[in-house]
């Protein structure tokens, strides 16, 4: 199914809500999004946005709530966060190779040269302290690499600078900014298309940490077991899923840069100012009749839960397959993607500096500075146990363990501008141990006064059974 095919399904389970009332682009269609995202409302779909072609939409927030994720992947509404993380883990290492088809409905419209005007599309502005609007939020970078058949995916965002160019951020920790430091190094342009739409999968994918080197198409389409179609682009040699809604071609030259920023990002925050970044400049535009752009207007919390459910499959697997006895994990998006929780049987010492550091260690998981260990009668998905944990189990002086010198996200709302912030330096990372000491005898455990933990059975299940009956 493409996105249209899930929507479809989502409006009539209430999941989605079509918005047919005039909405403005300028800071009206964020406040929507946002509004929604904070209270888990149904995605917004805004059918008639101020100044943009007729027909044509903006999708919000899709990615705002698990429940939608679930649909997306296939599963029932109601799956909890940890069969979330469960399906990742068992999913995301599947590979099928796409399938190319000679011609594709995300080319039912052309626009080339000086015909291209991007702003057709109901491009927002989304944060009153955004730089300019941005059309690259929900969109999916394609580029190869230079000296091998790897294409790479990835999201990445872009602020329009006029009709037929955008700004774009490739991280430089991340795929897409390693292959284009390839180019700047041999001084050539990076061929660069970015799409919107598909399969909703291509999103999760595309934001996800896929292993150096494997093309994220695959992914998409081994989780699905059947092969992402693709057309060819009209005027690069890139290729992007037949069914997409829009579709920008064109090319990125690593010499050119020009301010980009501000842009309210996912700690909730406005953090980086304005910055000079590659500008990605258009030869052609592709779109379906009445093309839907899908976006999002991150805040706090998140209205993006992808890269959290990503990073906590890869950090599990990584737990587990070193060993570790760990038993769950979570990455709260109220932590604003800067804390992983973990749940473990810690049955000899060291374990807490073991999590922390395999964290640590993962691709996208060095960007958590802050770990916190708690012992398994703890949901780390729930975060008024975990609360409770860190203010009565982690003793300040013993289980509070500091480690300068590590890198953090760019976008860490705490770190001083300056030479390097670009690459997350100046801050560092915590651990916070609020795991019993092992040292201590069963008998020395305080044992948390809750109902699940404390009593018998049999009296659990009476009084459950009973709930209605004595107005509970
Ligand atoms: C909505 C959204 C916006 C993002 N914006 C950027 C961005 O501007 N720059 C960036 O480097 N990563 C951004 N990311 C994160 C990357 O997409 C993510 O780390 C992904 O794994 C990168 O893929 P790659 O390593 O294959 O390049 C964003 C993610 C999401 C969900």
Not at 81 to 105: C, W
Not at 189 to 213: H, K, T
Not at 318 to 343: D, F, K, M, N, Y
């Amino acid at each position: 199914m493409d996105l249209r095919g899930y929507l479809a399904m989502m409006v009539e389970e209430g999941l989605v809500t079509k918005i047919e009332d005039s909405v403005d682009w300028y800071l009206e269609a964020g406040a929507i999004m946002r509004y929604a995202a904070e209270r888990k409302s149904p995605a917004p779909w805004m059918m008639n946005v101020k100044d943009s072609m007729k027909g044509s939409s903006l999708l919000g927030s899709l990615y705002a709530t698990y429940e939608r994720l679930a649909v997306i992947f296939g599963l029932p509404r109601d799956t909890g966060y940890h069969d979330l993380v469960t399906f990742y883990q068992q999913n995301f290492g599947k590979r099928l190779k796409p399938e190319i088809v000679p011609s594709g409905i995300c080319q039912q419209n052309v626009m080339i040269g000086d015909e291209i005007d991007i702003l057709k599309f109901p491009v927002p502005l989304l944060h009153p302290q955004d730089g300019g609007r941005y059309i690259g939020t929900l969109n999916i970078g394609v580029c190869k690499d230079l000296d091998s058949e790897w294409v790479n995916w990835g999201t990445y965002r872009g602020m329009v600078h006029d009709r037929r160019s955008t700004g774009i951020w490739l991280g430089a920790l991340n795929h897409g900014g390693y292959i284009l430091s390839k180019y700047q190094r041999e001084k050539r342009v990076m061929e660069y298309a970015q799409f919107y739409g598909g399969d909703p999968l291509c999103n999760i994918v595309a934001a996800s940490g896929i292993p150096f080197g494997v093309s994220e198409v695959e992914v998409v389409g081994g989780i699905r077991n059947r092969p992402v179609e693709l057309v060819k682009c009209k005027t690069v040699d890139l290729y992007v899923p037949a069914d997409a809604e829009i579709v920008l071609e064109g090319t990125i030259d690593p010499a050119e840069v020009e301010d980009e920023g501000p842009f309210g990002e996912y700690p909730g925050y406005v953090v980086a100012g304005v910055i000079k970044r590659p500008v990605f400049r258009l030869s052609a535009v592709t779109y379906r009749d009445n093309p839907i752009l899908p976006s999002t207007c991150l805040g706090f919390p998140t209205d993006e839960l992808i890269w959290g459910l990503s990073v906590a499959g890869n950090v599990k697997t990584a737990l587990t397959t070193a060993g570790i006895p760990i038993s769950r994990l979570c990455i709260p998006e109220q932590a604003g993607w800067h804390a992983a929780i973990v749940s473990t049987r810690t049955p000899f010492a060291g374990i807490p500096q073991l999590i922390a550091s395999t964290v640590w260690m993962d691709r996208n998981g060095r960007y958590f500075p802050y770990v916190i260990v708690v012992n398994d009668d703890i949901d780390p998905a729930n975060l008024e146990e975990v609360f409770h944990a860190i203010c009565t189990k982690c003793n300040p002086v013993k289980g509070v363990h500091v480690y300068p010198g590590h890198i953090n996200s760019p976008l860490s709302p705490y770190l001083s501008r300056g030479e390097f912030k670009e690459l997350g330096h100046g801050g560092g990372n915590i651990l916070l141990d609020c795991t019993w000491p092992v040292t201590w005898k069963r008998d020395e455990i305080p044992e948390r006064l809750a109902f699940d933990n404390l009593y018998p059975e049999p009296i659990k299940e009476r009084i459950i059974a009973n709930t209605a009956r004595w107005g509970l």
